[in-house]
């Protein structure tokens, strides 16, 4: 069982939520951080603070103050005037993982949204009605702007869903459910399209598909060695204590316990060759790095399935700050990195197949 609002998201768990092997419940803790949140927000409104997002309009508007009676249309409206993504679908899957991700941000307490809203999320993701999502619109440095807006659209009862794993109009699944669209107010709108869900969403299906490739590199390294007859003292433990990298070491020990009984390499043990190609006594230095950018994307990414990333965060009713947690370049850069990672054992595993030629 995981609690949002008590327990910490990992990759892991996401990906259990995902698949339905791993039950998610909205935690006592939870409700408190929420209500409490939403009481700031209410509070702001009842006494006129100027605060952005709140009662004020947004970018180059944001001196421009909203009346309460305005309030909850300018909710509607930001998520309409966002909606704005072109091109095919995302996969259903990361569009479920968006909303996972956002749950567990929104139930930090931070965000001002009423308790009402999470319930409903937590519906879609529970019942596997997941709204359908563009897959090109995010600009990353204003957060996931229009990816949001969709993902949230059916909340008002407008949009698209994947329903039994047809695409159909909001307002039919309402019907079926007899669902009533939401009434967002102050601040909600702007909580749910703010935020880095989007990018977050790859980052996790990026961590879980390059660990897969990762432990397959390792052995399908340790059966290229095997059969071009290569040397197996390079895995050795004493070699790489002294140049002690994390990945490294994890690929030398790996692939050192795949071979070491191999009655293939004990055949070479007395042959005359100094040394074997790169592509084969390299593999712990280049599998090793792409673990190592690994490691560092899983890193920042279970910092951010824990973050609160839209703006401005309600500390209190007299304690908002408008800053930048939104932009997405925490993640960006590790993206990148894994990226070239990902093609580096594609490229190694490429050159033992030229020495086995």
Same mark, same amino acid.
């Given at each position: 069982?995981?609690?949002?609002?008590?327990?910490?998201?990992?990759?892991?768990?996401?990906?259990?939520?995902?698949? /339905?092997?791993?039950?998610?419940?909205?935690?006592?803790?939870?409700?408190?951080?929420?209500?409490?949140?939403?009481?700031?927000?209410?509070?702001?409104?009842?006494?006129?603070?100027?605060?952005? /997002?709140?009662?004020?309009?947004? /970018?180059?508007?944001?001196?421009?103050? #909203?009346?309460?009676?305005?309030?909850?249309?300018?909710?509607?409206?930001?998520?309409?005037?966002?909606?704005?993504?072109?091109?095919?679908?995302?996969?259903?899957?990361?569009?479920?993982?968006?909303?996972i991700c956002k749950v567990q941000s929104l139930t930090k307490g931070f965000s001002g949204v009423n308790w009402a809203t999470v319930e409903r999320i937590l519906w879609h993701i529970e019942k596997d009605i997941?709204?359908?999502?563009?897959?090109?619109?995010?600009?990353?440095?204003?957060?996931?702007?229009? @990816?949001?807006?969709? =993902?949230?659209? @059916?909340?008002?009862?407008?949009?698209?869903?994947?329903?039994?794993?047809?695409?159909?109009?909001?307002?039919?699944?309402?019907?079926?459910?007899?669902?009533?669209?939401?009434?967002?107010?102050?601040?909600?709108?702007?909580?749910?399209?703010?935020?880095?869900?989007?990018?977050?969403?790859?980052?996790?299906?990026?961590?879980?598909?390059?660990?897969?490739?990762?432990?397959?590199?390792?052995?399908?390294?340790?059966?290229?060695?095997?059969?071009?007859?290569?040397?197996?003292?390079?895995?050795?433990?004493?070699?790489?204590?002294?140049?002690?990298?994390?990945?490294?070491?994890?690929?030398?020990?790996?692939?050192?316990?795949?071979?070491?009984?191999?009655?293939?390499?004990?055949?070479?043990?007395?042959?005359?060759?100094?040394?074997?190609?790169?592509?084969?006594?390299?593999?712990?230095?280049?599998?090793?790095?792409?673990?190592?950018?690994?490691?560092?994307?899983?890193?920042?990414?279970?910092?951010?399935?824990?973050?609160?990333?839209?703006?401005?965060?309600?500390?209190?009713?007299?304690?908002?700050?408008? /800053?930048?947690?939104?932009?997405?370049? @925490?993640?960006?850069?590790? =993206?990148?990195?894994?990226?070239?990672?990902?093609?580096?054992?594609?490229? #190694?595993?490429?050159?033992?197949?030229?020495?086995?030629?």
């Amino acid at each position: 069982m995981f609690s949002y609002g008590k327990d910490l998201l990992t990759v892991g768990k996401a990906i259990q939520i995902l698949n /339905g092997t791993l039950k998610a419940t909205l935690s006592l803790e939870a409700r408190t951080n929420i209500l409490q949140s939403q009481q700031y927000v209410e509070s702001i409104v009842a006494k006129h603070q100027k605060v952005y /997002g709140i009662n004020t309009g947004f /970018g180059v508007l944001c001196d421009t103050v #909203i009346s309460e009676a305005q309030t909850k249309t300018l909710q509607y409206n930001l998520l309409c005037s966002h909606s704005v993504g072109v091109g095919q679908p995302i996969a259903k899957d990361l569009a479920k993982l968006m909303l996972i991700c956002k749950v567990q941000s929104l139930t930090k307490g931070f965000s001002g949204v009423n308790w009402a809203t999470v319930e409903r999320i937590l519906w879609h993701i529970e019942k596997d009605i997941i709204p359908v999502v563009p897959e090109k619109g995010s600009v990353g440095a204003s957060g996931d702007l229009a @990816p949001l807006a969709h =993902l949230f659209l @059916p909340l008002l009862g407008l949009g698209e869903v994947f329903d039994e794993n047809k695409i159909v109009p909001t307002v039919e699944v309402f019907s079926k459910y007899h669902l009533a669209p939401l009434q967002l107010g102050a601040k909600e709108g702007l909580a749910l399209i703010n935020g880095t869900q989007f990018i977050l969403a790859h980052a996790v299906t990026g961590v879980t598909r390059l660990h897969y490739c990762l432990e397959l590199a390792d052995v399908i390294g340790a059966i290229s060695l095997e059969a071009l007859m290569g040397s197996i003292k390079p895995f050795e433990a004493r070699l790489h204590q002294v140049r002690p990298f994390r990945g490294n070491q994890l690929v030398a020990q790996r692939i050192y316990h795949l071979v070491k009984d191999s009655e293939v390499l004990k055949s070479h043990v007395d042959c005359e060759r100094v040394q074997d190609p790169y592509s084969l006594r390299c593999m712990p230095q280049v599998h090793g790095a792409s673990r190592n950018a690994w490691l560092h994307l899983k890193e920042l990414t279970e910092i951010e399935l824990n973050a609160v990333t839209d703006n401005p965060i309600v500390f209190g009713e007299n304690d908002t700050i408008s /800053g930048g947690n939104f932009h997405s370049q @925490p993640l960006a850069l590790p =993206l990148d990195y894994a990226t070239l990672a990902a093609a580096e054992i594609g490229n #190694i595993s490429d050159r033992r197949c030229w020495q086995q030629g």
